[in-house]
């Protein structure tokens, strides 16, 4: 058993407005760890930007993502923000700044078509996440 929780750090490019998949450096993290039974903990410590799980075999999924929170979530003259990006704030706080993933064998537990995602709302940005692994 790992009593000592392993915490790495990872960068992401984000360019433009996306869902970023992140599953492969969530499974390093994992497999550097060496914890056999346990849970991944990815966070972002961005408030303009989150983390979620999704579909990662059709890309227009992600599209029709992006396009539903921007319908939920549109600019409104009334935001009273000074740096102008309250729909990011809004789309951050509605995906959640973190996900845990279960560990067995080694292994993150994931559904088939199932991807972890760095989700970026106010790009163009160079960001930070987290992945914390717990046996």
Known sequence: MNLKPMIYEYRVSAPRKDFYNITSEVREAVAKSGVQDGIAVVYCPHTTAG??????????????LLLGLDKAFPDRPEFRHE??????????SAIGSSATVIVNKGKLVLGTWQGIFFCEFDPPRERTFFVKVVG
Not at 51 to 64: G, K, L, M, P, Q
Not at 83 to 90: F, I, P, Q, R
């Open 51 to 64: 983390i979620t799980i999704n579909e990662n075999a059709d890309s227009n999924v992600v599209r029709d």
């Open 83 to 92: 740096e102008g990006n309250s729909t990011a704030h809004l789309k951050a």
